[in-house]
């Protein structure tokens, strides 16, 4: 039974469709190889040399590059830091080739002595600027991006957010990085709740369960490929109001719990439409977040080209 469920358990981690994203650094030898799945439950590694990565079969593979000076393993990438033998121009696609077809394999990536150790977890909530909605941040990443469950019918890949709604006070859940925004019923005060929801996050996260599915994942990764293929269909108003919202606005709306999209531009009534996410969806205040805040900002970048911007479910 055991060997059996080793293989089914390699079979599960070889269905995953790896795709590596390269990213530099502010550091020119070391350049980031960002997975769409998480790589470590909990951990960080990093390894001075081959013999000091005994524990980590995939960064002994990435020594035998003769110019890899060091490896990291954190949750979602590798960062490798390199010698000056060679420009990463030069190799950095071969090298997202080599750990994608790794990490496709279903080979190990860490053998942890003990798996079955507790990680400290800390939880602490943040109110947010919609009275119904607090956030709660967690001293590590789970996601690697957004996520919005209306009800417990958008969670049968989301084990987290199902547990949540069996709260009754839940309405709606949002997770992102490292952090989930709950949104409540009015029948309860978050005086009386924070607690418990705390210590159940606290717990859950604990025990190593997941937070996403594999398959919530991959259906993201491709959610993602579909966005920057839409994207290049854009007019290039369009486009600059995506960049203005994901440059400008968007990083200060995931600081209040939240997240915002772009849905659309009308270049004849000049009208900006997106989408509110998190605490910012039906928020009391996202009207004048929207106009004085928003649409100040898109008039003021983009001169006469935005008249008015409105939220579609804000």
Not at 18 to 41: D, G, V
Request: charged share 25%.
């Amino acid at each position: 039974m055991e060997l059996l469920f080793s293989k089914f358990a390699k079979n599960m981690i070889m269905e995953k469709n790896f795709e590596i994203k390269i990213e530099p650094t502010s550091n020119s030898s070391i350049i980031k190889f960002e997975a769409n799945y998480f790589l470590t439950q909990h951990t960080s590694y990093e390894f001075e040399n081959i013999d000091h990565a005994k524990n980590s079969p995939l960064a002994q593979q990435l020594f035998y590059l003769p110019f890899v000076k060091r490896v990291f393993i954190a949750q979602n990438f590798i960062a490798i830091d390199k010698f000056d033998i060679v420009e990463w121009a030069d190799v950095q696609d071969e090298v997202a080739a080599q750990i994608k077809e790794y990490l496709s394999s279903g080979a190990p990536i860490i053998n942890e002595s003990d798996v079955s150790k507790k990680v400290a977890i800390t939880i602490y909530a943040e109110s947010t600027p919609n009275p119904a909605v607090l956030k709660f941040v967690a001293n590590k990443k789970l996601v690697t991006s957004g996520h919005e469950f209306k009800s417990i019918d958008d969670t049968k890949e989301a084990p987290l957010a199902e547990k949540l709604f069996h709260f009754p006070f839940v309405k709606e859940v949002y997770i992102d990085e490292n952090y989930i925004s709950i949104s409540k019923y009015d029948m309860a005060d978050w005086n009386e709740i924070t607690l418990e929801i705390r210590e159940f996050l606290r717990e859950y996260l604990e025990q190593g369960k997941e937070v996403l599915s594999a398959n919530a994942t991959a259906s993201r990764s491709q959610a993602s490929k579909q966005a920057d293929v839409d994207f290049e269909k854009l007019d290039d108003t369009s486009k600059d109001i995506v960049n203005i919202i994901e440059e400008y606005i968007k990083p200060a709306v995931a600081s209040d719990g939240g997240n915002i999209m772009f849905d659309s531009y009308n270049p004849d009534s000049k009208i900006v439409k997106v989408i509110l996410q998190g605490a910012c969806s039906g928020c009391p205040s996202s009207t004048f977040t929207l106009k004085n805040g928003i649409e100040n900002m898109l008039k003021e970048m983009l001169k006469d080209k935005v008249e008015s911007v409105e939220a579609i479910n804000g």
